[in-house]
Structure formats: structure tokens, C-alpha cells
């Protein structure tokens, strides 16, 4: 599966026009290969919004940047409502907590994404996160676990949950080594139930 994580800085005074283009995907749905996609508003910065977007594999996503891209972006006009964009894009993903991600779309209020770079001296990275994640005190408050990778070593570690607090305390939990061996960049997102896309 691809994961392609997008973040856009939104002035104050776009932040409606921006939501409203971000509707605007809905024809993703009747792509080849699009699995789903959600999105919302940093809870700490307004100004920056969130997107994750599921392809069942590269063939399609390409396919989808060649030949469709291009044609809804410039109708929604959404490069008229943000100042800066970043765009990430990972390969190699797995189900961390054995739940399909794509099903829990719909029942998540918040997801928190974790970017970072592997450190070259923990090749076990992944088995890590899982143990970490499994031996949680609120772990059984999240929904759904997705770890994902580039060819480089950059990683993504994302998280469903029905609330902010069951990520919050996910994210602060003593079991979460993670921040001890690498530095994460870290967003929670609120939501936006109609920038769902399934």
C-alpha cells in the first residue's frame, strides 16, 4: 500500500476556501487502485491543514499523478488557498496493530502522524513500534496502526483513534520509546468528516 502524506500551510483567511476544495476529491472514489483518504486541521497550529491518502500500489498512483492530478486540482483551484505545501510519499507499509486502516477511516475523529528517519543502528526498528504500541496502556483506545517507508530510510507512523485524548496519551505514554532513539516530527489532526473520501 501507498501513503501519500500531505501538509499544507493555510492562511486564517483561506482556511474556508482551502476546506471547501478539499471536498472537491470526491471523483478519487472512481479511480483505479484509490483506497481512501482523510484530513483536517492541526489541533496546535490552525494554520496547518493534513492530508493522508491510501493507493493500493504505485502503478496507480502514478497513473492517477499522470492523467487525472492535474485536471481536479485545477478545477477545485485549491493553489489559491495555501502558502506552502509538503508532500511525502511512502511504499512500504504494514498493519502494525492488525487492523486494516482503511477500515477505520470512517470511525476516526482524530489521527496523530509521525514522520522520522530510521536510525541505521536499530535494523529492528519496526518489530520495536509494534511491542511499544502493543504494550500500551490505552492501545486498545486506537483504532488502527499503519507504519510505512521510502526507499531512503524516512518513516511514517500513523494512528486512528476515536478521540484526542486516546492519541494524546498514546503519545506521551512511557512506553513510547520511540522519541528516545529518533526525532519525530509530530501532527494530531482533528478531522474533517467531509474530506473523507472512501
Request: hydrophobic share 35%; net charge negative; charged share 25%.
Amino acid at each position: 500500500m501507498i501513503i501519500k502524506w500531505i501538509v499544507c500551510k493555510v492562511p486564517e483567511n483561506k482556511r474556508e476556501e482551502f476546506s471547501y476544495a478539499q471536498t472537491q476529491w470526491k471523483s478519487l472514489r472512481n479511480i483505479e487502485g484509490f483506497l481512501g483518504q482523510i484530513g483536517g486541521w492541526d489541533s496546535q497550529m490552525s494554520s496547518k491543514a493534513g492530508i493522508l491518502s491510501f493507493w493500493k500500489e504505485f502503478q496507480s498512483y502514478r497513473a492517477f499523478m499522470e492523467n487525472e492530478h492535474d485536471k481536479i486540482f485545477k478545477r477545485n483551484q485549491q493553489a489559491n488557498t495555501y502558502s506552502n505545501i509538503s508532500v511525502e510519499i511512502y511504499s512500504e507499509t504494514v498493519a502494525l496493530s492488525g487492523v486494516d486502516i482503511i477500515d477505520s477511516l470512517t470511525l476516526a475523529t482524530f489521527v496523530r502522524v509521525a514522520s522520522f528517519t530510521a536510525p541505521v543502528t536499530m535494523p529492528n526498528h519496526l518489530e520495536a513500534i509494534q511491542k511499544n504500541l502493543e504494550e500500551g496502556p490505552i492501545y486498545q483506545d486506537v483504532l488502527a496502526n499503519v507504519f510505512s517507508k521510502d526507499r531512503e530510510k524516512n518513516c511514517l507512523l500513523a494512528s486512528l483513534g476515536r478521540g484526542k485524548e486516546s492519541l494524546k496519551k498514546w503519545e506521551d505514554s512511557p512506553s513510547n520509546s520511540s522519541k528516545e532513539s529518533v526525532d519525530i516530527q509530530e501532527t494530531l489532526l482533528q478531522l474533517e468528516k467531509n474530506w473523507l473520501i472512501i
